[in-house]
């Protein structure tokens, strides 16, 4: 993707440091970027380190005499394959929406004939607002594309949406927009989520704490990418993502017949949290309480999803992907079972840290056998959006 070009508007806010790893992150891609920096934008991050990672001139003033003679603000907006905004603060998105050009920023994208992609980052309450909620539906219906805001802390110190989406995660959408916004198109893919439910008798089940969050993320962020996705759930709470197939089961058999009737596919995203066990025999009326004490309860092995799909050989997906929820040694047990298991990436995550399971955060390794490379704590919207830009290369 050599020939394709960004032009990158770096909004002010504290969010502009990361554009300056988006940059590197695009021309490592092999993407060209063209920046404009705002006025409030060169409060946070310099034009010397702008340029110097772009590998180009910084633009800012609609008014300079030089840079509208070398270039000028109309062709700028024309120059390159998508119009990039990160970040696109409330004043920014603001402007766009409402078609003001006070300034090069905003002049460029009233005066652009080319995709527009937005990462907003502002506070909370400015997020929030009814104003700014309805220039961002103002701007989808002109069909500017969005990637994020993500949840969690403000640097004022709040906590909500509003974040800028991380720079691999705006890659990611970037990527998709030059691809034609769907770079996995064609691509079948299964991921499973949530608990299963192993039944003792007609009343009571075994079951765990697995909310399913992580793998809908999944599921939605492969979709986005263009992926025909199988999404098999277990019982959760949750609605099932836009454009997403969604296959209901309770135990882990009925989850491994559901997956292999998916099959073929071309990805397999193994994040159900899949019972171990469950009980040797179903009693078919209520077992009630006795004299004798609690009832002795005979186990058996289920099935192993992620091993019976890493070694489907013929129809075994191209990219099988599995989790491993640890409480301890969470790196070790992860090599461990990629190695057992036969698969080709395991995620793993520390499930003792209070708001991963069932939360809205998560901390992951991503662990292969060309190494481990760690994720920061994010919001899960984001893991699964950085997770599904790293499936996406893998079929580039």
């Not at 010397?48 to 070398?70: C, W």
């Not at 990611?172 to 991921?191: D, K, N, S, T």
């Not at 277990?234 to 969604?246: E, I, N, Q, S």
């Not at 949290?273 to 469950?278: I, L, P």
């Amino acid at each position: 993707m050599s020939d394709k070009r960004v032009l990158l508007i770096v909004g002010g806010g504290i969010a502009a440091y990361k554009a300056l790893e988006l940059t590197r992150l695009l021309r490592k891609a092999g993407v060209g970027v063209r920046p404009i920096l705002t006025k409030a934008g060169a409060e946070f991050v310099t034009p010397l380190s702008l340029s110097a990672l772009a590998e180009d001139k910084v633009y800012s003033d609609l008014f300079s005499l030089t840079d509208e003679a070398e270039m000028g603000h109309i062709e700028l907006s024309r120059s390159a394959d998508l119009v990039v905004v990160a970040p696109a603060t409330a004043d920014l998105m603001a402007k766009a929406a409402n078609g003001l050009a006070g300034d090069l920023a905003s002049t460029t994208l009233l005066a652009t004939d080319k995709p527009v992609l937005m990462a907003p980052a502002m506070n909370v309450r400015m997020w929030e607002h009814a104003a700014t909620q309805r220039n961002l539906a103002t701007l989808r219906a002109d069909g500017v594309l969005f990637v994020g805001p993500d949840e969690g802390a403000m640097a004022c110190g709040e906590y909500g949406p509003g974040r800028m989406a991380e720079p691999p995660a705006i890659l990611a959408a970037i990527m998709a927009a030059l691809a034609g916004g769907r770079p996995l198109a064609g691509r079948r893919a299964i991921v499973t989520a949530g608990p299963t439910a192993e039944p003792i008798d007609p009343v009571r089940l075994i079951t765990n704490r697995s909310s399913g969050k992580q793998g809908y993320a999944i599921a939605q962020a492969l979709a986005a990418l263009g992926a025909d996705v199988t999404l098999v759930s277990g019982p959760t709470a949750l609605a099932a993502p836009a454009g997403v197939k969604r296959v209901d089961v309770e135990t882990a058999r009925e989850m491994l017949a559901a997956c292999e009737a998916a099959l073929p596919a071309d990805i397999a995203v193994c994040v159900a949290a899949v019972a171990d066990w469950r009980p040797e025999t179903l009693n078919g009326s209520k077992i009630k309480k006795g004299a004798g004490g609690p009832p002795a309860i005979g186990l058996v092995e289920n099935p192993d999803i992620l091993a019976t799909l890493s070694t489907a050989k013929a129809r075994r997906p191209r990219l099988v992907v599995g989790f491993a929820a640890e409480t301890d040694d969470v790196e070790a047990h992860a090599q461990a079972k990629l190695a057992r298991k036969g698969c080709d990436w395991i995620v793993a995550n520390d499930v003792s840290v209070e708001g991963t399971m069932g939360g809205d955060q998560n901390a992951v390794a991503i662990v292969s056998k060309g190494g481990i490379e760690r994720w920061d704590r994010m919001a899960k919207g984001e893991v699964a959006r950085r997770l599904a830009a790293r499936i996406a290369e893998e079929f580039q």
